[in-house]
């Protein structure tokens, strides 16, 4: 690896191999090419011999004196930050208190997924001899030997409370799970190794060894994506707010801390400022690993949240992925200047823009297939997807560099832009008016929402361009305003509008959800009243059962047609990219400044704006396997009828 290069820009195709095996893995689960039987036996292959040679042959060949035993002290107590606060917060908020949540909460925020995962995106980013690659085989136990003994003390408490459990029993429970742990005890064998052997093995047992580990990466994720098959319709339903704040804390808060307990740590030490920005560039790019598998065993142990956690596990590691890049690139350039962050934002840009135009291709095209698009609120998402699309495409146009692309390049953009905001706007209105029955009023709104959301961006930039002050066109800063107060102003309307409309129409949306629940429950009250009082006629009986199932049925079938999680979730997300396009247009129109924390705002606002198709993807993309899943088993049954004739003529000959 050469070492004048940044190792955060091998982070992209480090993802890119890693979720692409993740992919896959979840794609052959889901058509059924590999079976459960046969994903047992990869399990057990990757726990029993793969892992394990892969730790302690990494231990036990590490040079012990080059550890910066600092950096892990830092990760230590970032861990223990997060992990008390998750577990104290969890402890105030929930009623009746339950320390077993409480513990569980405290490990899936803490705990990462450092070797199907880590060790991959590591090993590509830092490459075999750096030394960081050592550091993912000693952080693990900070977690399993330190921390979650705490979580697992909770957890037996809250599982046997009112048994009157000694703690004697509890505490050997605990400690029958850290000593009995693959990980810990493989870790142990590794260093005594390690000292034994003074860091050398033997060639023939490091040979050995390193077959076996050198099967661990590709297995390890192809498994990994196969665990997530079923596991991805669990992250439905109303209760979407706990596994939110659990990601949010996890892929968010604790890479913050863990960046700034390491600087600090470290700038009092003795380090350089080389060492301290390489310890704690690597300690936030750690942090924004995933949640462990392993929490969800813990959970099912323990039988807390399945469902939750489960959804909450694919969530956060298919969140994972983005934001490990944008994350990586935000680091990189919060301490350029000017002049070096404009071109690494405009690449940025470039970059994100033909992965969004790639990802809403393939939405649209999913959406015409199924077609499904014509009925709302699908057709407001893919009007949406257009608006990215078209921004996206504006941006790949405008990298061309011949003549007046400039101003092509303006115009799509604010189109583009435009339109998506006033879409959102648009969405949250329609799911308030489908939560409130309101039917009627949502047809005859149709016409006002394509008329306003497509013609006003349209009238908004042609007059913006032939009436704004025609500074000369430079679109290499977010939200510059090259036309001036007049793009500014009308800029800013479009976006506070949008988000003030939204986020209004959200919270009626869910008023319009409580009182509709409320009314079900009084509804169902009412008619078991009437089915009691009614037993005496079978008559009256028989017709209360004949009315009541259609109505049930054709409730659960509009909900799975209107997919509201999915919308609220992209509402959610659109909602919050407003915002944030609002506080940089805000903060060019009255600060001059590039500061850091503008840099990386801009950052985030291009990630968020740019690859708004990608977060779409995301949320409705899995339904193109539940697409092509009738498609391959009828391909695979004519498969199957080939062979056996094939068998059958050869057993004739």
């Not at 577990?87 to 199907?116: E, H, M, W």
């Amino acid at each position: 690896m050469d070492h004048n290069e940044s190792p955060l820009e091998n982070l992209y195709q480090a993802l890119v191999e890693s979720f692409g095996v993740i992919l896959c893995g979840y794609i052959a689960g889901r058509l059924g090419v590999v079976t459960e039987q046969q994903s047992t036996g990869l399990s057990t292959f990757v726990g029993t011999f793969s892992l394990p040679s892969l730790i302690f042959l990494s231990l036990a060949t590490l040079d012990l004196s080059s550890v910066c035993w600092l950096f892990l002290l830092s990760i230590f107590l970032a861990k223990a930050v997060v992990f008390v606060s998750v577990l104290l917060i969890t402890l105030l908020v929930t009623r009746p208190i339950d320390p077993a949540k409480a513990g569980l909460y405290a490990i899936f925020c803490t705990q990462s997924n450092d070797f199907a995962i880590g060790f991959p995106i590591v090993l590509s980013v830092y490459g075999k001899n750096h030394p960081f690659l050592s550091y993912v085989w000693l952080l693990a136990p900070i977690n399993l030997v330190m921390l979650n003994p705490l979580g697992f003390i909770l957890m037996e408490l809250g599982q046997r409370k009112g048994e009157g459990t000694s703690t004697l029993k509890v505490a050997t429970s605990v400690l029958t799970n850290i000593v009995t742990n693959p990980v810990v005890f493989m870790t142990t064998l590794g260093i005594i190794g390690n000292l034994v052997f003074n860091h050398n093995l033997p060639t023939v047992l490091q040979s050995l060894l390193s077959v076996f580990g050198s099967a661990f990466t590709a297995t390890a994720l192809f498994l990994l994506g196969l665990r997530m098959v079923g596991n991805v319709r669990n992250f439905r339903g109303a209760a979407l707010l706990v596994p939110a704040l659990l990601i949010s804390v996890k892929e968010l808060i604790l890479p913050l801390i863990i960046r700034e307990i390491t600087s600090s740590i470290l700038h009092s030490s003795d380090y350089n400022s080389t060492s301290v920005t390489d310890l704690s560039t690597f300690g936030f790019l750690y942090g924004t690993f995933p949640a462990a598998p392993g929490v969800f065993v813990y959970a099912t142990t323990y039988g807390l949240d399945l469902d939750l956690i489960a959804g909450a596990m694919v969530a956060c590691t298919f969140i994972s992925a983005p934001l490990m890049f944008i994350s990586a690139k935000m680091i990189s350039v919060s301490n350029m200047a000017p002049t070096d962050f404009v071109p690494a934002l405009k690449n940025f840009e470039l970059d994100i823009s033909i992965a969004g135009l790639v990802a809403a291709v393939l939405l649209l095209v999913l959406f015409t297939l199924k077609k499904n698009f014509l009925k709302l609120p699908q057709k407001i998402t893919m009007f949406i997807l257009l608006c990215q699309f078209c921004g996206c495409l504006g941006v790949i146009l405008g990298n061309l560099k011949t003549t007046n692309m400039e101003i092509v390049e303006f115009f799509m953009l604010r189109i583009g832009d435009y339109g998506a905001k006033i879409w959102t706007a648009c969405l949250a209105i329609t799911l308030a008016l489908i939560e409130a029955k309101n039917f009627a009023s949502l047809v005859q709104l149709q016409y006002i929402f394509f008329i306003t959301a497509f013609g006003l961006p349209i009238i908004v930039t042609t007059s913006i361009m032939l009436f704004g002050k025609n500074w000369k066109p430079d679109m290499d800063l977010p939200e510059a305003f090259p036309y001036g107060t007049i793009e500014a102003t009308l800029t800013v309307f479009i976006l506070l509008v949008s988000l003030i409309v939204s986020m209004v129409y959200m919270i009626l949306q869910q008023r319009y959800k409580r009182r509709y629940a409320r009314y079900l429950v009084y509804s169902r009250e009412a008619s078991e009243s009437y089915d009691a009082a009614a037993q005496s006629s079978n008559e009256v009986q028989g017709n209360n059962r004949d009315d009541e199932i259609p109505l049930q049925s054709g409730l659960e079938e509009n909900s799975d047609e209107i997919q509201p999680v999915h919308h609220m979730a992209l509402l959610f997300f659109l909602v919050g990219s407003i915002f944030i396009t609002l506080s940089i247009c805000i903060w060019r129109i009255v600060m001059d400044d590039l500061t850091g924390v503008y840099v990386e705002l801009a950052f985030l606002d291009t990630a968020f704006t740019r690859g708004g198709s990608i977060i779409v993807f995301f949320i409705f993309g899995f339904d193109i396997i539940s697409f092509i899943q009738p498609l391959f088993k009828k391909w695979l049954s004519r498969l199957k009828c080939m062979q056996k004739c094939s068998n059958l003529q050869y057993q004739r000959l």
